[in-house]
């Protein structure tokens, strides 16, 4: 499966976002709990604009994680509602722009407006043309019992099934071992 360059770039960091969470996180604790952290997870990636690097924003970012964590599991006609939601409270305005070493995209909102507002409104668009493709599918939580980490799915057969490769090792000793405890 493939979607726009813009679209799995902003997909994969949404993805890199909500796995911060405690929930989801190797540890089990916010891996975005400090402004610092923020800003690491901010240099992984491209985003141009307005950062404040400051409590306020982190707050911010909490509050659009948790929010792009429940969308990112709805079914197609309940995300259409909550991603129309995240563009008409941006009051967002698709347009393309080009800048630093970065090809035409798309973005909706003005490089001034607060950083959560356009993570939020980048997460939107590219959902839009996840929803436009009827890919919902491919986006998921990780299949280890223990882990609420998110995944996207851009594999040819639509089949994996983890997080990481550490969460996919895990479940397969798992499995192994209770086929060894049963005799096969």
Avoid at 37 to 54: K, V, W
Wanted: hydrophobic share 40%.
């Amino acid at each position: 499966m493939r979607f726009a360059p813009d679209t799995e770039e902003s997909l994969a960091f949404v993805v890199a976002l909500c796995n911060t969470d405690p929930s989801a996180s190797r540890g089990g604790d916010d891996e975005l709990a400090t402004v610092d952290q923020l800003l690491a997870l901010l240099g992984r990636f491209h985003y141009s604009g307005r950062i404040d690097g400051d409590e306020a924003e982190l707050r911010d970012v909490h509050l659009t994680r948790a929010l792009l964590r429940n969308v990112w599991s709805l079914e197609r006609d309940d995300a259409v509602e909550a991603v129309n939601k995240m563009l008409r409270d941006a009051k967002a305005l698709p347009h393309l722009v080009r800048h630093d070493d970065l090809d035409w995209h798309m973005h909706a909102t003005e490089p001034t407006s607060p950083l959560a507002e356009r993570m939020r409104v980048e997460a939107a668009l590219a959902l839009i043309d996840v929803i436009r493709m009827n890919e919902m599918d491919r986006l998921r939580v990780c299949a280890a019992d223990d882990c609420a980490g998110l995944l996207l799915d851009l594999s040819r057969n639509g089949l994996k099934r983890f997080c990481s490769v550490r969460c996919g090792n895990r479940m397969n000793m798992i499995a192994f071992r209770e086929r060894r405890a049963d005799g096969r």
